[in-house]
């Protein structure tokens, strides 16, 4: 932990920066406005929904539990005639609130902290050149935002033009970081 005298501030503030950011990023620009389509009727299927009395978890339909039952001509069908989903159920209550903005600090906060180990680990104490320590730290930043978001496009549906925004932010961030890592190394 001899990294953490040395690397604090880069750690603190560039986990600030990449929170606001963040923030910004998702609240002010709009661009990720393109990574939700409406319901054609959005109120039937919610009523649907409320209906069933789903805990919060991760659905998806069709569904099996077993590789029997995966293997059964019915489940084929539904998955030859679709739909194909996945359905994430939240608690009830506002769309953001204080608990996941502190759960994404936390995040960030954990990032930062192992940039600076591996950078650290990689470099080494004392001085070294901006791009240098920017490079590093930049591309371990960067993997850590964006690069398990590839998986969600190729296995779960999700919308490539949605990963790829997403992975843009992670290499904003990642930028971020590396810039702070870079100042005050």
């Not at 990294?3 to 560039?14: A, G, N």
């Not at 679709?82 to 506002?94: A, D, E, S, Y």
């Not at 994404?104 to 901006?130: P, T, W």
């Amino acid at each position: 932990m001899e990294f953490l005298t040395q690397l604090w501030l880069p750690i603190l503030l560039s986990t600030a920066a990449v929170f606001v950011a963040g923030f910004i990023i998702n609240t002010v620009l709009p661009y990720h406005m393109k990574d939700y389509t409406r319901l054609p009727d959005e109120d039937a299927i919610r009523t649907a929904i409320q209906a069933q009395n789903l805990t919060p978890a991760l659905y998806s339909f069709p569904f099996a539990q077993s590789n029997e039952e995966w293997k059964s001509t019915e489940v084929r069908e539904k998955f030859r005639t679709g739909p194909i989903g996945f359905l994430t159920v939240g608690r009830p209550g506002t769309a953001m609130d204080w608990k996941q903005f502190l759960r994404h600090a936390i995040y960030v906060l954990c990032v930062s902290f192992i940039v600076a180990y591996v950078a650290y680990a990689a470099l080494g104490a004392g001085d070294q050149e901006y791009l240098t320590v920017f490079q590093v730290t930049g591309a371990a930043a960067t993997l850590a935002y964006s690069a398990a978001l590839f998986t969600n496009s190729i296995w779960f549906h999700m919308p490539w033009g949605n990963t790829l925004r997403h992975a843009f932010d992670g290499l904003v961030y990642g930028l971020l970081t590396a810039g702070f890592f870079g100042w005050l190394w």
